[in-house]
Every structure is written in C-alpha cells, then in structure tokens.
C-alpha cells in the first residue's frame, strides 16, 4: 500500500508537471506572438511613415500652387492634410521609437509612450473637427446654395481651423493624470466631442443625399441650364470624395472604438486587466490602423480628382510631361 501511495504522489506530480509545462508553452507562445506583432507595426509604421509625410505635403503643395484647385472644399481638404502629413512627422516615428524602448526593456519608453499618446489625441481630434467643417462646407453648398458665398469665405474658414487647433491642443495640454477621477473625466470630454462630431455628420449626409436626390429629380424634370448643372455635378463630385474620406476615418477609428467599448463592458464586469487589452493581438494594431488613415486621405483626393493627381505624381508617372 505504501508503494503505492508513493507511486500515486509520482503519478500526480507528473500530472501537475506536464500541465505546468503546457501552461508555459502556451504563455511563451502568446509572448512570442505579442513580440512578433510589435516589431512587425514597428516595421510597418516606419515604412508607412515618409510615404505619408511626401504625399501630404504634395496634396497641400498642389492645393497652394494650381488655381483650378483652390476652391473651398479642396482648401479644407488641405488643412486635414496638414494633421495628417504631422501623423507621418510625430505619431508614427514616436510610436515606432516607444515600441523599440519597450522591447529593450529601457526606462525613456514611458517618456516616449506619454509624449506619443498626448500627440495622438490631439492630432486625433483635430482631424475630427476638420471632417465637421470639411462636411459642412459641403452642406452649405448643396443645402444653402444661395448664402454660400457669405458664410464660406477664408475669413471663416481660417478662423474655423485655427479654433480646432486651439481645442485640440488644449485638450492635450491637459495631459494625462494621474487621478483617476481627473482622467476618466478628460477621457469622457474628448469621447462627447468626438461622438457629437459623428452625429453631426451622419446627420448632415443624411440631408446631402436628400438634396442630392431631390437635385437629381429637378434635373430631370425640367430642363435647367447648362451651367446649373455643371455646377451641381460639381458640387456631387467633391461631396462623394468628401465621402469617402470620412467613411476611411471611420473604418480607420473602429478598431479603437471597440477596443474602447470592449475595456468599458470589461471594467462594468470587474474582470479588466490593462495587459489583457494592451497585448491581445488585435489591440497592437488599433492605434497604427488609426495612423493608417493618414496616408489613405491623399490617395483618395488623387484617385478623385484628376488636376490633384497629375501633380501628385508627376514626377513618377511618365504619361504625364512637365508644367
């Protein structure tokens, strides 16, 4: 009985062993993977990184240089350019530098991830509140046709885009505190500021198609003039491509939005760990899906407007000669 007891204990130990084994190579394995992704958005943001600088700049060069392109629309589209080609200049090159401290296990990458994070969030809401006045403009100028020329003039818009800056750098003035309470009330301002530009805009696109339908309709119906109609298919043009570049953001920003919601129901349940949302594979992407959507916008506006992409890619198409 006594050897058997003994070779029981053994039996068990080796159980416990080999379960211990399994649960350590299932966690190395989920280190390993974790790393891999790190280093592999590290190599994708820094690769991704000059090409968002150059054809930003190149987008807002070409709004400034070609007078064909100097409309209202386009300006603002210019201005979102310039939160963006600073993705490429801060965000991106921050980020891939917090990620290599991280890895090296070097103390500066908390210094680095906070500088990181503070210019995020403000370049963040910054093209937030550019896509408002990138989706108004085009409001006013399908739904308020006949007062456009006063309320849209660069007066206004130069104001309009300098107020979104001071918002958003004085929201990452603020920093990020170590009080709880402190920052759960910053977090819950950008997210009312953020939600209210959204329902803005769905609202406004929902009377733009109406517009647009009913404009469709008038068309048909009666024979309007030539120039009438040009003016309106223009008008449909810019508010397509303004379209499309607000439904990039959004596809750019779900990520993290469900990675917020998904910390929120986490929190609620007491079952919220910061690791287990920080180094679950697909939270190592949300923050360079959000940076992606800065090279994404310039490649909308050239593949939507002719005059914009000749001069874009001049230098590398050979179909298209010199100035």
Not at 25 to 38: Q, R, S
Request: charged share 15%.
């Amino acid at each position: 009985m006594a050897n058997l007891s003994i070779q029981n204990i053994l039996d068990s130990t080796k159980k416990f062993s080999n379960i211990t084994t399994e649960s350590e190579t299932k966690l190395n394995f989920a280190v390993d993977a974790t790393v891999l992704n790190i280093i592999l958005t590290i190599i994708f943001n820094m690769v991704v990184c000059p090409f968002t600088v150059l054809l930003n700049m190149m987008v807002i060069i070409a709004v400034k240089r070609r007078p064909r392109l100097q409309n209202y629309a386009n300006i603002l589209l210019a201005c979102l350019a310039v939160t963006d080609a600073l993705t490429g200049l801060t965000t991106q090159p921050l980020y891939s530098l917090w990620k290599i401290l991280q890895l090296l296990e070097m103390k500066t990458h908390e210094t680095i991830g906070f500088l990181y994070t503070i210019v995020l969030r403000a370049l963040s809401l910054c093209s937030s509140l550019h896509l408002v006045l990138v989706t108004s403009e085009r409001l006013i100028a399908i739904r308020f046709t006949q007062r456009y020329a006063s309320i849209v003039t660069r007066r206004n818009i130069r104001a309009a885009v300098i107020a979104s800056w001071v918002v958003s750098t004085s929201y990452a003035a603020l920093g990020e505190p170590r009080n709880t309470s402190k920052a759960s009330l910053l977090n819950l301002l950008a997210a009312l500021i953020v939600v209210s530009c959204v329902i803005f805009m769905a609202f406004a696109y929902v009377i733009l198609f109406r517009e647009t339908r009913r404009h469709v309709k008038m068309i048909k119906a009666h024979q309007l003039p030539q120039e009438e109609v040009h003016r309106f298919n223009k008008e449909k043009k810019a508010l397509k491509t303004t379209v499309l570049v607000v439904s990039a953001v959004f596809v750019c920003f779900l990520p993290m939005a469900a990675a917020t919601v998904t910390v929120f129901v986490l929190k609620k349940m007491n079952i919220f760990h910061q690791g287990l949302i920080a180094d679950c594979l697909p939270c190592i992407w949300v923050r360079t899906f959000i940076m992606f959507n800065s090279v994404v916008n310039p490649l909308i506006y050239c593949w939507r407007q002719k005059e914009m992409r000749k001069f874009v890619f001049r230098l590398t198409s050979p179909a298209v000669g010199p100035e």
